[in-house]
């Protein structure tokens, strides 16, 4: 959520001059409050509306691109230049490849579509299971167009910029993350600039708001409500939006925290692989063997935390260095980051099975 809201005020403060820490203030005070004013409902009709605006701002800044010079020259810059392919086609489990992609997406939706809070509240918006389902099918769906809309704008930059690399300072390509803002600045029309500034608004608010109600629904239901049963709904509506207002201000603390870091992207799924590893697999445990018991879930729990401490701390690299934090020489972790969140998974589902079994006999 912070990095959402760091990576918003990074692209802003770049188009606008703006300093970037006044920038992840505001537009992060901004969407507690329209997170506070509009709850669940608010957020899933503002998420529709930015979506719209973030899809055609990758529309139009594709078209843009395709205007401004040679279209059929640009695509076969970036076709022979191989940023139309999806990567190697052979397995390797140390190297980026079609196949380790293609499995971590897999894990990456069957977690997020079937056990991220911020989707799962929207299906119990729904009015039946059937318009729940539909809604999970019609979002993954949607996904695949819309990350090739992105991977495409990115081989058009790509291109682009090859075609005059005086274009490009130095300095902004040094920073993949600023080149489309630098983009935005320099090649769009003024009228046009405000709608792209609507998308990156949209991209980062729309995260942001979604983790808020869930961060303040998980403490409601999960914490006060277990804690005192039968509290009163009006001490009920002041604790979900204190968990909305605390959740907001840490996400603002911690984005500020991060201003310099060199590669946002790069940090922002190294630190996903280490707070989401085995919840897919805890909720895989529950549902494909119902007769698992809690000591098997805490156990393969435990399991999946120490490995993905060790593989965590000796594999993926810290901001602005180029070494993990913890360097224990062959007995670092081998493979690619993006497996550790995998094995995570794994482990706590067949740990976890194993212990039930061991402790209670669970089939």
């Not at 191989?82 to 380790?100: A, Q, V």
């Not at 040094?174 to 029309?189: G, R, S, Y």
């Amino acid at each position: 959520m912070s990095l959402t809201v760091y990576f918003l005020g990074l692209a802003l403060a770049f188009v606008t001059g703006w300093d970037v820490w006044w920038v992840i203030l505001v537009v992060g005070l901004l969407t507690v409050a329209y997170t506070l004013a509009g709850g669940i409902r608010g957020v899933v009709w503002t998420d529709f509306l930015q979506g719209i605006l973030l899809v055609g701002g990758g529309l139009l800044c594709s078209a843009l691109i395709l205007g401004r010079g040679d279209a059929g020259q640009i695509l076969t810059t970036a076709w022979e230049g191989g940023k139309f392919t999806l990567g190697s086609w052979e397995p390797s489990l140390i190297e980026d490849n079609f196949w380790l992609l293609f499995v971590g997406g897999i894990f990456h939706f069957l977690q997020s579509f079937g056990t991220d809070q911020n989707m799962v509240q929207r299906y119990l918006l729904a009015r039946s299971d059937r318009e729940a389902r539909r809604s999970a099918i019609t979002g993954i769906l949607s996904c695949i167009p819309i990350w090739l809309l992105f991977m495409f704008l990115g081989g058009l930059l790509w291109a682009f910029y090859q075609a005059d690399p005086s274009a490009l300072p130095p300095e902004v390509g040094q920073v993949k993350d600023n080149i489309i803002p630098h983009f935005i600045m320099t090649e769009l029309p003024p009228g046009l600039l405000g709608l792209l500034l609507a998308g990156l608004l949209a991209a980062a608010m729309s995260s942001m708001d979604s983790d808020l109600n869930s961060v303040a629904a998980v403490v409601l239901q999960n914490f006060y409500r277990r804690m005192k049963p039968g509290a009163a709904q009006r001490s009920q509506l002041i604790v979900g939006r204190a968990g909305v207002v605390v959740g907001g201000l840490m996400s603002i603390f911690l984005a500020q925290q991060w201003i310099g870091i060199e590669s946002l992207v790069k940090y922002s799924l190294g630190l996903a692989l280490v707070v989401s590893g085995g919840k897919l697999g805890l909720f895989a445990l529950g549902w494909l063997f119902p007769k698992a018991t809690s000591k098997g879930a805490y156990t393969g729990l435990a399991a999946c935390v120490m490995f993905t401490l060790w593989a965590a701390l000796t594999r993926v690299e810290m901001p602005n260095s180029q070494s993990p934090l913890l360097d224990l020489g062959p007995y670092n972790f081998p493979w690619m980051p993006m497996t550790i969140g995998m094995i995570g998974h794994v482990l706590v589902l067949g740990v976890g099975y194993a212990a039930s079994r061991w402790t209670d006999g669970a089939g």
